[in-house]
């Protein structure tokens, strides 16, 4: 019947997901036991590159999709057998689903229709929310007519009017321009913190990830490699796959480890790292020096400059020592900079580096 | 000028050949047949001047003996024939449609052969074959009778019901394919998004499918309606007098009868009764189909 509103948005649930698979058929694992918990209230992103799965998930909290093994529990109800309608939770789709022969407004209100909220009461919810996603203009208009960040807004604005416990988004910024996105960004990150509603967030730019969450969830082939605050995510991702997704180049591979430091194909660096296979350098955590600078703690190496990218803010510097490539990014600051073709010493300070596993899910 | 003169000539060559068919096969005929039906008849019956409305008032029943309704009758009859016969073909032909298109790839052409082979024999084989099948005495026959649903060694045949399986056996191909066409392409994230959003299944159905496929529903409708309307081959052979529609009345006119005007206006009628029932059905696709035009 779908008659009674579910339990109204404002009392925010937890997410619960207790080794859940999904095998599609030809026995493609698009989710291989996953297990999470999304506090009630949370930020949630989920981070992964195309494929990885990040969509079935979203599915199966929906109820658009059953899971083959494991449960789903939404605000501490297990959620086996309980339809997709009768679930307070919204999706803000991939590929926006949009009704086309309904117009804008039509489309907005189809929730609260659903729900039998009253007529004057949905004009007013329907009017509110396309004030603040800023399409009160296209109202009346049909939905074929929009372009697609329109129609991309128009299925957040569809999603959002129903304030559920949870609300659902398959990379719903994905097709707007770089302003309107950076914009909805923060839109949406205080929406969330308004409503209280607990967001799920898929997108599949690392960048939008941590601006937006409060915790991520890197996927990895159906499994979860990582997940943690976007800090503990880009300083200290757990492998190889997390620290190249969040945009790392600089991975050395350790051919020594003991106590005092590693070994690697840049030479040796002291401090106390943990056993591991490969080393992360962060690129802005590297300084640049024309020589080796007094009191160096002699954590560094001499480098050629490659390329110098300017980028306003920083400058990003490609830089070879050896046949080993090299990333740094340094603030501009008004200082003199190195040119294409010298040759510096990078320092790297001893908090700036990190170990980290191979890929710990393959094999 | 030029420009303009040679965008003209294109439009005359592309257009030209279409609209002469249309003169010739549609324009004219019905012309034709307009003016036919203000003709009064001589007295051999055929067409003659005066023009006179003397044809409409037989249709309407005024005959040499005073008035009877029989015509009337006729052309209700026909209305409601219509309405239950396509009624029934899209409560069939819908959950079928649905059906193959959900089978496997492999299979759909195969069901799909199934449902159309019947229609290319002759309507008047197939018409014979359900006279076999509900004379008298047959199994389906002698099931009626047990059923109490017809007298005893009356048969189901002839008789309106053996019309109207006719009718619905004829038709239900044309309403099958534009069905199926509309459920293959069933867009099933909408069908998603209303789940997802509250919707009932019943709701689903309402407001995510039955959108979907109304165009496939109105020219199947359109498709069946319209002929089943002036069926006369299906009427004469399984009703035996027993549910004459207008078709019929028609049909008598230019043959046995020959009263050529009254044939024409009926056939007249017939057209009127045709648009005012495709305005209606637009209309209520319009309800349906959420203020957006449905084309049919
Ligand atoms: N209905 C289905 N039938 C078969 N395989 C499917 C189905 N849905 C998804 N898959 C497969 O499951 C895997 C995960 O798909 P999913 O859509 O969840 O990826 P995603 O992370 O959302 O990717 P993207 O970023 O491209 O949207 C993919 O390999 C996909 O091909
Ligand atoms: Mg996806």
Redesign the pocket.
């Known amino acids: 019947m779908g008659a009674q509103r579910p339990d109204r948005g404002r009392d925010k649930a937890s997410v619960v997901v207790r080794g859940v698979s999904r095998v599609?058929?030809g026995d493609?694992r698009?989710l291989d036991r996953i297990s999470l918990e999304i506090h009630a209230g949370e930020f949630f992103t989920l981070l992964?590159?195309?494929?990885?799965?990040?969509?079935?998930?979203l599915r199966l909290l929906a109820g658009l999709e059953v899971p083959d093994a494991g449960e789903v529990e939404i605000g501490g109800r297990a959620m086996a057998g309980v339809p997709a309608h009768r679930r307070s939770v919204n999706t803000v789709f991939?590929s926006y689903a949009l009704f086309p022969h309904r117009n804008v407004r039509q489309n907005i209100a189809f929730g609260l229709e659903m729900q039998r909220v009253s007529p004057a009461a949905i004009a007013r919810q329907v009017d509110e929310i396309a004030e603040l996603i800023d399409i009160g203009a296209l109202l009346e208009r049909p939905v074929d007519a929009l372009s697609g960040g329109q129609r991309q807004r128009v299925a957040l604005a569809r999603a959002l009017v129903n304030e559920p416990a949870v609300l659902l988004l398959?990379?719903p910024l994905s097709a707007l321009d770089a302003g309107l996105r950076s914009r909805l960004q923060v839109d949406l990150k205080r929406l969330q913190q308004r409503l209280g509603m607990t967001f799920v967030f898929?997108t599949?730019d690392q960048e939008e990830a941590m601006v937006m969450s409060d915790r991520i969830a890197v996927?990895d082939e159906?499994r979860i490699a990582q997940v943690g605050s976007p800090q503990a995510i880009y300083e200290r991702p757990e492998d190889v796959f997390v620290a190249r997704f969040m945009g790392h180049e600089n991975l050395l591979a350790v051919t020594r480890h003991d106590a005092g430091g590693v070994e690697t194909a840049l030479g040796r660096f002291e401090g106390g790292f943990a056993a591991g296979t490969h080393l992360l350098l962060r690129p802005e955590a590297l300084t640049l020096h024309a020589d080796a600078p007094p009191g160096s703690s002699g954590n560094g190496f001499l480098a050629r400059v490659e390329e110098c990218l300017y980028r306003g803010a920083a400058t990003d510097y490609r830089l070879r020592c050896g046949e080993v490539p090299i990333a740094a990014r340094v603030t501009n600051a008004g200082r003199s900079q190195p040119g294409v073709g010298d040759t510096i010493w990078v320092e790297v300070a001893p908090d700036s580096a990190a170990t980290l596993n191979a890929r710990r899910h393959t094999g | 000028m030029t420009r303009l003169r040679r965008d003209s000539l294109h439009l005359l060559g592309t257009v030209a050949p279409g609209a002469l068919c249309i003169l010739v096969f549609l324009v004219a005929p019905s012309i034709y047949l307009m003016g036919m039906a203000f003709l009064s008849t001589d007295a051999t019956g055929l067409p003659a001047l005066p023009l006179s409305v003397q044809a409409f008032r037989e249709l309407a029943g005024f005959g040499f003996l005073g008035w009877s309704p029989g015509n009337l009758y006729t052309l209700l009859r026909s209305l409601w024939q219509t309405l239950l016969a396509t009624v029934l073909v899209i409560l069939i032909a819908y959950p079928a449609a649905y059906y193959i298109s959900i089978r496997p790839a492999r299979w759909r052409p195969v069901l799909l052969l199934a449902v159309v082979v019947p229609s290319w024999t002759n309507q008047v084989i197939r018409s014979v074959g359900w006279m076999n099948l509900f004379a008298p005495g047959t199994p389906i026959s002698d099931l009626a009778v047990l059923l109490g649903i017809t007298e005893p060694r009356m048969g189901l045949f002839p008789s309106q019901f053996a019309v109207i399986v006719g009718l619905v056996y004829n038709f239900l191909p044309f309403m099958v394919l534009p069905l199926y066409a509309a459920f293959e392409r069933l867009d099933h994230a909408q069908v998603e998004a209303a789940r997802d959003l509250f919707a009932s299944p019943l709701a689903v159905f309402r407001h995510a499918v039955l959108p979907q496929t109304l165009p496939g529903l109105m020219a199947g409708t359109v498709l069946v309606a319209i002929p089943a309307f002036g069926m006369y081959v299906v009427t004469e052979l399984l009703g035996g007098g027993k549910a004459t529609m207008i078709g019929n009345l028609v049909a008598q006119q230019f043959a046995a009868a020959s009263n050529w005007p009254l044939g024409a206006a009926g056939a007249l009628i017939m057209i009127l009764a045709t648009l005012l029932g495709l305005w209606v059905l637009r209309r209520l696709g319009r309800r349906l189909g959420g203020d957006r035009e449905v084309v049919i």
């Open positions: 599609f058929p493609l698009a992964g590159p195309s494929g990885c799965g990040k969509t079935t998930l991939q398959d990379e898929v599949h996927l159906g």
